[in-house]
Structures are given as C-alpha cells and as structure tokens.
C-alpha cells in the first residue's frame, strides 16, 4: 500500500520561443529541399543490413534447402532493396522536415525544426566507401520512436538539410576538424538576409575541442567497462560448446598433452581472459577512438569512432539535467563518465547521451562549467540521509537474502559458509547506499547522489526543467517520518533517492520542476 503526491513542471520545454530565440527566424524560401531520393548507394547497404538480420534463414537454406529457395530470397532481398529506395523520399519546407515511405502502407512523418532536440550523424566501414552518413534527427517524444532516420545522405546533403531546417544558431558554414579531418559545421545564427551583414556581429566559433579522450584513459575504459565480462562469458560458452563437437581425437590431445599436470584449467582460464581483453580494448577502440567534445554556440557537438563514424549534436537549451556514472573500478581509480538527459533523447543506448565517455573524477566539474555554464552547477557537499534513513536501506535487501541464506544452509550440508555470503553481500551493499545517498538543492538545480548495485549515480538537474516530482511513501516509511522522492524527466529517464526526512520531500515536492522561489529553500 502506498501514497503518491505529483507535481509537474511548468513550462520546461516550451517549443517555439525557447528554441528560435527572441527574434524571429528568417523565412528563406531559397533553403527549402525539394523532395528527392536517397543516395543510390542505400540500395547496396540497406540490402545489407537485410542480409545481416536474415543470416540464420539463409545458413538454414544454404545447408537445408534447395540452391533454388537461397536464390529466391536473394532476389526478394534486392527488390525489397529496391522498393525501400524507390518509396522513401524527403523534403524540409518551411523549416519542417517531411519523410515518406511505404509501398502499400504509407507513411508520412513530419517534424518541425522547432521540436528538433539532437541530430546525429553517423557510418560504418561500408558508408565511408561510397561517402555517405546515416542522419539521425531526434525530439521529445517516446524515445526511439520519436527518432527519424535518413539512412543515407552525402555529407552536401546533410549540409542541405541542416541549412533548411536553419537551427538556432545556424549561419555560414565554418570549418573544424572533425572525425576525416577538416569537414563543414555549421556556425552561429544566420543574420536577416534583407540587412547589412557586419561580420564583427558574427560570434566566433570556438575551433578548440573542450576536451579529447587520450589513449590512456580509452584503456582505461575498456579495461574497466562492461564489455570485457561479457566477452569472457562468451568465449567459455563458446569454449565449452567447442569440447562438445570437436572430435575425439582432437579431445584427448588436449587431455594428454595441454591440459595434463593440472595445468589445463589455469591455461584456459589465462588464455580466455587475454583474448576477452583485447577484444574488449579493440572494441572501446573501434567506438571511442578519437572522441572530441566541442561547443558550438547552443551547441554541443562529439565525434568518435576509428572505422564505423558517429558525430552527434546536442541543443543546448534541451539539457535537462547531466548524470555522473562511477562504475566500482572507475571510482577505486578516479574516474567518472559525463551523460546529459536531453528532452526526446531517451533510448536505451548510453551512447546517445554520452557527453564524454571517462574523465578524471577531479576535472568533471570544469568540463560541465565549459560546456554547459547554463546548468549553472556549483559542486558543493550534499546533505546526507538521516540515520533512521541508512538504517531503512537494510530492510529489503536482508528480507530477500535470508530466505536464500537459509535454503542454502539446509540443502548444502557441507558448504554451509556459502549459504551466509549472499547476506553478507546484501548487507555491504545496503551499507554503502546509506552511505553515499545525498541530495542538495539550490536556486538553479537539485543534485541527487545513489548508489545502485555496483555503479554511484549523480543527477544534476535543473530546477525548472524537471517535469514531475513524485513523493511516495509505504506504511513503514510513514511509520518512520521517511518518504521516497522521483525526479522524472522528458528525457524518460530519472533520478529517485529512497528513504529522505518527510519535510524534505515535502521541500522538494513543492519547489523542483517550477521557477524556484528562496522564500521555499528557507523553510527547509
């Protein structure tokens, strides 16, 4: 049985003034894309990608089935190819980008640059050779689905289209370096073209990266990242699934000659976590090599990647709120990794809100201060939780451990000791959240700091621009004077911190997600 109080946030993402400005945008008809294709080289990459998601049904027809089904399918591969290419069109008139698609059921999707929070471009090994990007154009809505895609664009294309849509601070396009080298951007806001243009009223556009991943710290994240386990765990189910259909012959060979004297678990367990470690590092390589944070007036821009490309852009003034991840290794050495929750870009994939993969925990507060001094952060110490609090972290985690606890002691008479080991994890884990759970609120942002299983946490978030605060409490919590406090955000993601004094939550409920009044922080 629980209680739930909700308070939503008024006016954090108004569309239109808030994105274009004071002044008004300049219409210029000139800048429209008419509709067209895309490139022709989609026909040869989305028949890939076809293939790629097909590989099981065609190994099934390639050892199965007649050679005449795999012809068939390669066929109906190319013409689905052909007809995707044939009925996908684009258009940006009046600032408002059009996408049509479909042969028998068509679709049209439109969205106004109005409602645009991010555009990514990115490529693999196959779009670098014919030259063209995947261009990515996200706004607030249901996550991935509110993602329009152009699968293929040549970069004066993209160009085109990003002049169209004549973002914010769009104007003459500048050059920086980017992931091939030197390559367009676009700049500050495009002046009316009916008046004089003043170059010195031009702001310039800054040409130095805030920040580069070196080679170092990319080791670093790849030795402390999550991929490595995961490959480790893949190769010894590949490794026992191997013992399983090699031959005998090749069996016993191994037995008698590499695994005899006791040597064979070490050597397979050495050789396996050599291989998941340079896959793992050659993997974050191939994703994070070169990765490149700018700020381009409302802009944040990033690059990364050695062979498959990807260059993102942010909208400033559609950053709710940056989370600071430390994973357990990454913190024990320093370290911390920059997300950013941007309004309609809440996909399940870490990278789309990456504003910098792993930094050193000492620098983290510079780098938000560079990139995002609209945040207005000012790192101070948060206020802890109260005692009865800590001590409220304990409950769940004991009450489903000791039911394992005991079943493992009855049912392991002669390894009991490990029966007592998920409690005692349980407990280490509760404590620690006690621990570093905090909150801190001022004029222009609330920070919440917890624990999850392994990685800490930090939201900060601003003031205005959280849509719901949501304050429930349970029997015991209410017994205790204690509530629990979500911060949701239109990103889809959020921040919750459990077990916060009753007058707390009541503070936060009736202050965070509108325009912040002093007279309210005084009361706390």
Request: with cysteine.
């Amino acid at each position: 049985m629980t209680s739930d109080h909700a308070a939503a946030a008024g006016g954090a993402d108004s569309p239109g003034p808030e994105l274009d400005g004071a002044r008004p945008h300049p219409h210029d008809h000139g800048l429209d894309v008419d509709e067209k294709r895309l490139h022709p080289a989609y026909l040869l990459i989305g028949a890939g990608r076809t293939i790629r998601g097909l590989i099981p049904l065609f190994a099934i027809a390639l050892f199965s089935w007649p050679r005449w089904v795999l012809y068939i399918l390669g066929a109906l591969v190319l013409v689905g190819a052909v007809v995707s290419w044939w009925t996908t069109r684009y258009s940006v008139t009046d600032r408002v980008l059009r996408l049509r698609k479909g042969l028998f059921n068509r679709s049209v999707h439109t969205i106004s640059a109005a409602r645009i929070t991010g555009l990514d471009t990115e490529r693999g090994l196959i779009q670098r050779v014919f030259g063209v990007w995947s261009l990515k154009v996200h706004s607030p809505g249901d996550g991935d689905r509110s993602t329009l895609e152009l699968g293929c664009l040549s970069q004066a294309e993209i160009d085109r289209v990003r002049d169209a849509l004549a973002l914010p601070d769009h104007g003459p396009r500048r050059v920086i370096a980017g992931p091939e080298g030197a390559h367009g951007s676009d700049g500050p806001a495009a002046p009316d073209p009916a008046a004089a243009f003043d170059p010195a009223s031009m702001p310039a556009l800054d040409e130095v990266p805030l920040a580069n991943l070196n080679t170092r710290t990319l080791l670093i994240a790849a030795v402390t990242g999550t991929s490595i386990p995961l490959i480790l765990a893949g190769l010894f189910a590949v490794w026992n699934r191997a013992r399983e259909v090699l031959p005998d012959s090749t069996i016993r060979y191994l037995e008698h000659e590499v695994f005899s004297r006791g040597r064979g678990t070490i050597l397979v367990l050495a050789v396996l976590v050599l291989l998941a470690s340079v896959v793992g590092v050659a993997f974050a390589a191939l994703r994070l090599a070169g990765f490149t944070l700018r700020r381009d007036g409302e802009r944040l821009r990033t690059s990364r990647g050695l062979l498959s490309q990807r260059a993102g852009t942010i909208q400033v003034n559609r950053v709710q709120a940056v989370r600071l991840v430390d994973g357990l290794w990454r913190r024990l050495l320093g370290y911390t990794a920059i997300q950013v929750e941007v309004a309609g870009q809440g996909g399940h994939d870490d990278s789309d809100r990456m504003l910098f993969p792993l930094l050193r925990t000492s620098e983290v507060a510079d780098l938000v201060d560079r990139a995002l001094p609209e945040l207005g952060w000012t790192p101070a110490e948060l206020t802890p939780i109260s005692a009865a609090g800590r001590r409220r972290y304990f409950t769940a985690p004991v009450l489903l451990t000791v039911p394992i606890a005991v079943a493992g002691w009855l049912l392991l008479p002669r390894w009991e000791w490990l029966a007592v080991l998920p409690l005692v994890l349980a407990v280490l884990v509760a404590r620690s959240q006690g621990r570093l759970a905090g909150w801190r609120l001022d004029e222009r942002t609330v920070t919440f700091r917890a624990r999850r299983i392994l990685a800490v946490h930090t939201v900060i978030a601003r003031v205005d621009r959280v849509q719901i605060t949501r304050v429930r409490t349970n029997p015991f919590q209410r017994r205790a004077g204690l509530a629990t406090v979500t911060l949701q955000l239109s990103s889809g993601r959020s921040a919750r911190l459990r077990h916060l004094r009753a007058a707390e939550a009541d503070l936060l409920l009736h202050t965070v997600g509108r325009r912040f009044r002093k007279v309210q922080l005084s009361k706390g």
